[in-house]
Each structure stands twice: as structure tokens, then as C-alpha cells.
């Protein structure tokens, strides 16, 4: 009687699908995007976010996001917090901006909040932002975002590191073996450790495993653990001095804690327990949404930069995912678009206010696609499994972060396949698609490169004398990215526009 009532809600037999069809596929999606729960605290631990704090928004965000999808739009696609906005947040905002996480969280908060304002159809600005930007732009955005993360993957992996001469080089990586002066011990090296599992999961792809990214991550923690092995990205960082994460140099003798830089695997006891309410994240979001005011100018350009990259990404993904599952007619556009954007917006207020970046739609939704998902079933399937992030906490701190990090370069080799959607012929698009692509991971921000494949299609249209392929709003998207990169690029560059126009 109850499936009954889930089928006439749902609708999954008219679709040509079936109870058990949908569950399966939910935990097909489930498999393939659980890393998020892994990947994501550790992420934004160093930001300075607490772990526990994060890991908690991570699971009740994706919960929540999911059951808006399921419930209310009845598609087949699952939220969680989104890998790129997820490292744009730490590297492009906190670190590279200097902005405190807490303002940071206030941001994506507001950004949630304009985000399903502009997404309602009585407003209808999203709608006539997303259909004035190029089909190959929004796909050559999900493609950058994929080489943003492997170049992130590759340096917390300890492949790629630092060097003053040609800014990135391979890492120190000859030798299975690491002596550190801290305690002349050797111990495996993570990066060999991470590339063995990142090609464990490329097989695992290949084969059409579910769950590939997570047996590879949970693989290369266990052999981690075994071998006490060293994390290059966790002594990299180690001067950042992120309690709870990161190393603290020890006192006076100018060595690395020796039991910061190994990994360690968590106590028995210590797997299984629930994870509280977010307290401290939660007391600091509510905090800077009240020193919003005197922080005004930052704040409305790290918010801006969140709306932008959201909308661009959410496109990407829904617009990708729909296609594959039937739900994007000949016109490109995407069946219940107003729904779909609504909860991803809805997930990201709630997320933000819990201690957690952007909420978007995941590519990997396509797994539960491939498995014969058609509706909401699916997605309420994927939210309900993501409680298990929750009561598991002393297992996913555990993660060493070399392992997590060859979850990001697989991630992003998944996401590229997209550029091969992109209308290489075309000499009007080929340049910003390309540009789209390659500035995300060269300047580490994957605002520089949408504003770059933007700015340069609508420059190449006027060169060409097509003023009429380019509508007002894209027009305007472009001035105002100009104003912005010929101005200050930081707090003063709103005064800036201002003074500039007026």
C-alpha cells in the first residue's frame, strides 16, 4: 500500500521505472558522491571551519537539498556541497582574498538568498541570465572547474608543489620513503599512495564499479594508516596554524609535531559516534551577519563572486545531468528549471547558516540516471543516505588528506569530459571556451575564468560586427566584469564602479 502511494506521488511507473529501480539507483548516486563527505570537511577545515562543524552542514545540506529536489521537483538529481565552490570558498576567498570563513559563510548565506529571489518565475532573472550566456560557455564552465580541482588534487596529493622558478614542479616523489628531520623515520610517501589509488579508481570506472571514488579513497586511508605514512599537503600547511586540522610547529624546537604529518588511523571507539550540533560555525555566521555593515564593500564582492560562480556552476550541472536524463527538450531548456534552481538555493541558505559552502547539483547524479533513475525517488533516496555523515565523524576526520585530494583529480577528469560537447570548429567560441578552461586553474579562481570566456566572446561578437548575437545582458555581465578587473579588484572596486559610472 505504501509503494502505491509512493508511485502515485512519484510517478515512477508511468516513467517506465519501478520501486526498486529508483532505490537502486539512488544508491548508485549515493556511492559515487559519498567522498563529499569525506572531501568537504577536510576542504574547509582549512579554511578554519571545524571539522565536526562542517562535516555536519555537509550531510543535513545535501539531506535537505535532496529532499526539496525529490519531494517538490521530483527529479532524479542530488545536491551536496559542491566540489570548486567548495576550494574557491577556502583558496580563492579566504586565502587568496584574505576574507575571514566567517564573512565568507554570511556571503554564501545572502548569495543562497538572492539566488532563489532571482530564481522565482515572477522575477525571472536567472532565467534570462542562463539563456543569454552561449551553451558552450556554461559546458566550458564545468570543464574548468574539473582542472581547477585536479590542480588542487595534484598539490594535496604532494605531486605538484612550488617553485620560484617555473611556479609549479613535480614533487619530491622519487622515493616510496620519507626521512623527516623531526624523527629520521622513514615512512611511505602519500603521493605514491594516492596515485596507486587514483589509478585504482580509473579501473574501477572503467569496469563501471559503483562506488569507485570512495573504495579508492577508503583504500588509500587503510594503506595509509598501515604505513604511517607521510601527508605532504598536512606539512605543506603545516605554518598555517588551523587548529583541528593542520600542524602546529612545536614550541621553540622548530620541528613539525612528528604525529601531525603521519597518518593515523581512528580508534575503534572512536568511528562511530554522532556529531553535534554545529555550535561554533553556527555562533560565527550569526556573528558576521551582524559586522556585515562594516565590512560592506567586501562583502558584496565576495557575494557577488558566489552568485556568479553558483549560477554558472548549477547551470552546468542541471542543464548536463537533465540532458542525459531526458528532461532538456530541443530549445536547451531543462524541464521544472524553476524547482530545480529553487532547491539548490534553498540547500545553499541552510548550508551557509550550518558552516558550509555552496550547495549545488552533483554531475554524479548521472550514476542513478545510468541506472534507470527517473524521479524524485532517487534524490529523497540519496538525502536520507546522507545522514550517515552524522554518526560516523571519527572515521571521516580520520581521512588522510592525500586521499581525499585523489578524489579531486579523479572528480575532474569525470567533469572534462564536457569539453568534448563544445563546438570546437566554431573560431568565434573556441578562444573563450579555451580561456574559460585554461584561467581557472593558472590564476586559481574560477570567477577569473568565467569573466575571462565572457569578456572575450562579447569582444570577439563586436569585432566580428554581430552586435545582435549578443543581448543586453550579456552586454552588461561584460562592462561590469571590465569595470571590475580594471579597478581595484577588492574591497573599494563596488565604490569604485560607482564613482566610475556616476
Not at 619530491?172 to 623527516?180: A, E, L, Q, R, Y
Not at 572515521?395 to 569525470?414: D, R
Not at 563544445?422 to 573556441?430: P, S, V
Amino acid at each position: 500500500m505504501e509503494i502505491e502511494a509512493l508511485d502515485d506521488y512519484f510517478g515512477y511507473t508511468e516513467k517506465g521505472s519501478s520501486f526498486e529501480n529508483e532505490i537502486r539507483a539512488g544508491v548508485a548516486t549515493f556511492l559515487t558522491m559519498a567522498y563529499i563527505l569525506v572531501v568537504n570537511p577536510a576542504m574547509l577545515s582549512l579554511a578554519g571551519i571545524p571539522f565536526d562543524d562542517a562535516l555536519f552542514a555537509t550531510a543535513l545540506a545535501a539531506f535537505i537539498g535532496c529532499m526539496v529536489m525529490g519531494l517538490w521537483a521530483n527529479l532524479p538529481f542530488a545536491l551536496a556541497p559542491g566540489m570548486g565552490l567548495n576550494a574557491f570558498f577556502v583558496f580563492g576567498v579566504v586565502f587568496t582574498m584574505g576574507i575571514g570563513w566567517e564573512l565568507a559563510l554570511a556571503a554564501v548565506f545572502v548569495e543562497g538568498v538572492f539566488f532563489l529571489i532571482i530564481s522565482l518565475p515572477q522575477v525571472g532573472w536567472r532565467s534570462a541570465m542562463i539563456n543569454s550566456i552561449p551553451k558552450d560557455l556554461k559546458i566550458a564552465t564545468g570543464a574548468g572547474i574539473g582542472t581547477f580541482l585536479a590542480i588542487i588534487g595534484l598539490r594535496e596529493m604532494g605531486w605538484v608543489v612550488d617553485h620560484p622558478a617555473t611556479l609549479v614542479s613535480l614533487g619530491p616523489t622519487g622515493s616510496f620513503f620519507w626521512n623527516t628531520a623531526a624523527t629520521g623515520e622513514g615512512h611511505m610517501h602519500g603521493a605514491i599512495i594516492a596515485m596507486v589509488a587514483l589509478l585504482a579508481i580509473a579501473v574501477m570506472l572503467a569496469r563501471g564499479m559503483k562506488g569507485a571514488i570512495i573504495y579508492g579513497v577508503l583504500g588509500a586511508s587503510i594503506v595509509g594508516w598501515l604505513t604511517s605514512a607521510y601527508d605532504p599537503w598536512l606539512d605543506n600547511a603545516a605554518g598555517l596554524g588551523t587548529d583541528g586540522w593542520v600542524c602546529i610547529p612545536l614550541d621553540g624546537g622548530g620541528y613539525l609535531d612528528p604525529s601531525c604529518i603521519y597518518a593515523s588511523a581512528p580508534a575503534l571507539g572512536d568511528i562511530f559516534g554522532f556529531v553535534g550540533m554545529p555550535t561554533e560555525s553556527m555562533g560565527a555566521f550569526v556573528g558576521a551577519l551582524g559586522d556585515i555593515g562594516s565590512n560592506l564593500d567586501t562583502f558584496i564582492l565576495v557575494m557577488v563572486a558566489f552568485l556568479f560562480v553558483d549560477i554558472f556552476d548549477t547551470a552546468g550541472t542541471l542543464y548536463s545531468v537533465g540532458r542525459q536524463a531526458g528532461y532538456v527538450d530541443e530549445d536547451d531548456k531543462l524541464e521544472k528549471a524553476d524547482e530545480a534552481f529553487m532547491a539548490d538555493a534553498a540547500a545553499t541558505i541552510v548550508g551557509a547558516a550550518l558552516g558550509t559552502s555552496t550547495t549545488t547539483t552533483y554531475i554524479e547524479s548521472a550514476a542513478g540516471i545510468e541506472e534507470g533513475g527517473k524521479t524524485g525517488l532517487v534524490a529523497v533516496t540519496v538525502g536520507v543516505l546522507m545522514l550517515s555523515g552524522l554518526f560516523l565523524a571519527g572515521l571521516f576526520k580520520a581521512i588522510p588528506q592525500f586521499a581525499a585530494a585523489c578524489a579531486l583529480v579523479a572528480i575532474g577528469a569525470m567533469m572534462m569530459r564536457q569539453a568534448a560537447d563544445i563546438d570546437w570548429k566554431n573560431k568565434e567560441m573556441a578562444l573563450p571556451a579555451f580561456l574559460t578552461i585554461v584561467m581557472m586553474p593558472f590564476t586559481y579562481s574560477i570567477a577569473v575564468g568565467i569573466a575571462a570566456g565572457c569578456v572575450s566572446w562579447v569582444l570577439i561578437k563586436m569585432g566580428m560586427q554581430k552586435f545582435e548575437e549578443v543581448s543586453p545582458v550579456m552586454y552588461g555581465i561584460a562592462a561590469f566584469l571590465v569595470l571590475y578587473y580594471i579597478g581595484p579588484g577588492d574591497g573599494n572596486t563596488f565604490q569604485w564602479i560607482f564613482s566610475y559610472i556616476f
